[in-house]
């Protein structure tokens, strides 16, 4: 995003061993942390590359995949392991009764500490294929936003998306005038009105500074109400440990 002092590669290899990404399992699901680089499903252009599916079902059995994080997103993902886990996850997906925390890595330095992002969105909404804030044609969309850490020029932020629209936590947060580190695709608006970060200051980043940290929901077997947390990834890790 920014001229800078280092870049940090993407994680995933696909030699890895895939027992390594898995946070739990059962007989009905799979909780991984996927690292970045990894598709969730396949690219429509590239059958060949590998999928969070085809790197698991190897050594786990056929899985199915019930949401999905960007290629270059790290975290945490529930999978399911027979149809009935699928069906009922599903659901509670389409009924928002699962709560998603992503962390995010921000440039500039918000005043408050906590705020809501409303703005409507619509996705594929120019010719980047970008999801943008539209008014008019947009649906409803919201996004809480906490700032945990305040950093150098920049903040580590928990986003809680209340919709699920692709890319909603990055159009949200470029739209507010705090774009992700790394994310070479919602940039500013210019018709922000607002202060604009110093990006000369800052570190490059390989990818868009996401990473899915916590997940909610009721387990499709037992009805339990369950929560998982993933660790950051080494790249992760060490941009917020150069920006300390």
């Excluded at 608006?189 to 899915?212: C, E, K, N, W």
Aim: net charge neutral.
């Amino acid at each position: 995003m920014a001229e800078g002092k280092e870049d940090f590669p993407v994680d995933f290899q696909n030699q890895e061993d895939p027992r390594r990404l898995v946070l739990y399992s059962d007989e009905s699901i799979l909780v991984v942390n996927k690292p970045a680089g990894l598709l969730t499903v396949p690219d429509g252009y590239h059958r060949e590359l590998p999928t969070i599916r085809s790197f698991l079902e190897p050594q786990w059995g056929r899985c199915w995949i019930v949401h999905r994080l960007d290629k270059d997103t790290s975290g945490v993902m529930v999978i399911a392991r027979t149809p009935e886990a699928h069906r009922d996850l599903n659901r509670q997906f389409a009924s928002r009764e699962v709560h998603k925390v992503y962390h995010a890595i921000c440039a500039g330095s918000p005043c408050e500490d906590e705020w809501q992002i409303n703005f409507p969105l619509r996705v594929n909404g120019d010719r980047n294929h970008r999801t943008v804030v539209d008014p008019v044609q947009g649906k409803p969309a919201l996004t809480v936003i906490r700032v945990l850490r305040r950093l150098a020029c920049t903040c580590l932020v928990a986003a809680m998306p209340f919709t699920g629209y692709t890319h909603q936590i990055r159009a949200h947060l470029s739209s507010s005038g705090f774009p992700l580190l790394g994310d070479p695709l919602y940039r500013i608006p210019r018709t922000f009105t607002g202060p604009v970060p110093d990006f000369s200051s800052l570190p490059i980043f390989s990818r868009p500074a996401l990473h899915a940290f916590q997940i909610h929901f009721l387990h499709p077997e037992t009805g339990q109400s369950v929560e998982f947390t993933a660790p950051y990834p080494v790249d992760f890790q060490a941009l917020l440990d150069q920006l300390s």
